[in-house]
């Protein structure tokens, strides 16, 4: 199969085609879509050396998560997150390389390798864990770089950030424990800064401060094993916010073992909105992270600042909203 064939059925030159999958800023966007449309259904590869030789570029987008050394497992939102990224980078004709960053070190090569060993076009930085260091270190050698839920810190506006209102994301789960009629309320979540900054919204919509039930990690087990063991104390309140879908229902399923019924004595509101929550019985009732549309968005930038149409810092902040299911 060669490019002649794509031209034809797509009803342009061969030249434009070539232009199409090697992502040229020349080709409208429409014919580009059209031409990997039909690329694809016929079952061309491109030519990754070739490409590369043409264009200079590996055609290869990085994506960073955080992860923690002593920690088991990793979010399960971050996971699926990374997921829709691939899929989005795909569409661009690009591949991607995961890696992860130690947030226990801070060690600024995990952030800087990648591109300084030219093994991609551009880096993906996920996570609340970025800090300022990283990313100014980052920026010493490229342009070609986006942040993806990172704190939302004046030190941000010198870089370009797709932002997720997590304190309004807060606000939203204490609306609707509030909108059930649940008065005695309390929340339950990891001690960092972004799950402080859902608890900071939460508690600014309730007016008051409320009891707090640390968890030592963002586990099913440790959320689990905190409603065996407390849960006469959390019996004393009729709401539960949870930082995390994961924990949301490790807590659950922790009452319901214990016979504590969900939501008739306690309802629960979750934070994530992953895949399993409308699996859960009862069904979680969640705050959704708009997910596939920051990877779209995140997929779009990056393309724009590998084909150098753009460096200038810019920042997308996307709101969360609630999906009601069965728990509250």
């Given at each position: 199969?060669?490019?002649?064939?794509?031209?034809?059925?797509?009803?342009?030159?061969?030249?434009?085609?070539?232009?199409?999958?090697?992502?040229?800023?020349?080709?409208?966007?429409?014919?580009?879509?059209?031409?990997?449309?039909?690329?694809?259904?016929?079952?061309?590869?491109?030519?990754?050396?070739?490409?590369?030789?043409?264009?200079?570029?590996?055609?290869?987008?990085?994506?960073?998560?955080?992860?923690?050394?002593?920690?088991?497992?990793?979010?399960?939102?971050?996971?699926?997150?990374?997921?829709?990224?691939?899929?989005?980078?795909?569409?661009?004709?690009?591949?991607?390389?995961?890696?992860?960053?130690?947030?226990?070190?801070?060690?600024?090569?995990?952030?800087?390798?990648l591109?300084?060993?030219?093994?991609?076009?551009?880096?993906?930085?996920?996570?609340?864990?970025?800090?300022?260091?990283?990313?100014?270190?980052?920026?010493?050698?490229?342009?070609?770089y986006?942040?993806v839920?990172?704190?939302?810190?004046?030190?941000?506006?010198?870089?370009?950030?797709?932002?997720?209102?997590q304190?309004?994301?807060?606000?939203?789960?204490?609306?609707?424990?509030?909108?059930?009629?649940?008065?005695?309320?309390?929340?339950?979540?990891?001690?960092?800064?972004?799950?402080?900054?859902?608890?900071?919204?939460?508690?600014?919509?309730?007016?008051?401060?409320?009891?707090v039930?640390?968890?030592?990690?963002?586990?099913?087990?440790?959320?689990y094993?905190?409603?065996?063991?407390?849960?006469?104390?959390?019996?004393?309140?009729?709401?539960?916010?949870?930082?995390?879908?994961?924990?949301?229902?490790?807590?659950?399923?922790?009452?319901?073992?214990?016979?504590?019924?969900?939501?008739?004595?306690?309802?629960?509101?979750g934070?994530?909105?992953?895949?399993?929550?409308?699996?859960?019985?009862?069904?979680?009732?969640?705050?959704?992270?708009?997910?596939?549309?920051?990877?779209a968005?995140?997929a779009?930038?990056?393309?724009?600042?590998?084909?150098?149409?753009?460096?200038?810092?810019?920042s997308?902040v996307?709101?969360?909203?609630?999906?009601?299911?069965?728990?509250?």
């Amino acid at each position: 199969m060669n490019i002649r064939r794509i031209a034809k059925l797509v009803g342009t030159s061969h030249m434009t085609v070539s232009r199409a999958l090697n992502n040229s800023p020349l080709v409208a966007e429409e014919t580009r879509k059209r031409v990997l449309e039909v690329a694809e259904s016929l079952g061309y590869q491109i030519n990754a050396g070739a490409r590369g030789l043409a264009t200079g570029l590996t055609t290869t987008i990085g994506i960073l998560y955080p992860y923690h050394r002593l920690r088991e497992v990793e979010s399960w939102y971050t996971s699926q997150l990374m997921h829709d990224i691939r899929s989005a980078l795909w569409k661009h004709g690009f591949d991607s390389m995961i890696a992860g960053y130690d947030t226990a070190d801070h060690n600024l090569s995990d952030i800087t390798r990648l591109m300084a060993q030219k093994k991609v076009d551009g880096l993906i930085v996920i996570g609340y864990e970025v800090t300022a260091e990283a990313l100014e270190a980052l920026a010493s050698i490229t342009h070609r770089y986006i942040a993806v839920n990172p704190p939302r810190m004046p030190w941000m506006n010198a870089h370009t950030g797709l932002f997720i209102d997590q304190e309004l994301g807060g606000a939203l789960a204490a609306q609707t424990l509030r909108s059930a009629g649940r008065i005695r309320v309390a929340v339950a979540l990891e001690p960092t800064p972004q799950f402080e900054t859902r608890h900071t919204g939460f508690i600014r919509e309730i007016g008051d401060d409320v009891p707090v039930f640390h968890l030592p990690d963002g586990t099913y087990r440790a959320a689990y094993d905190l409603a065996v063991e407390r849960g006469t104390e959390l019996t004393r309140f009729d709401g539960l916010f949870v930082g995390s879908d994961i924990s949301a229902l490790g807590v659950m399923n922790g009452l319901l073992d214990r016979g504590i019924r969900v939501p008739e004595e306690i309802a629960i509101v979750g934070f994530d909105d992953i895949e399993w929550a409308r699996y859960a019985r009862p069904a979680l009732t969640t705050v959704h992270q708009p997910r596939r549309e920051v990877a779209a968005a995140a997929a779009e930038r990056i393309m724009a600042l590998v084909q150098d149409a753009g460096d200038d810092p810019m920042s997308t902040v996307f709101q969360p909203r609630v999906i009601a299911r069965e728990s509250c």
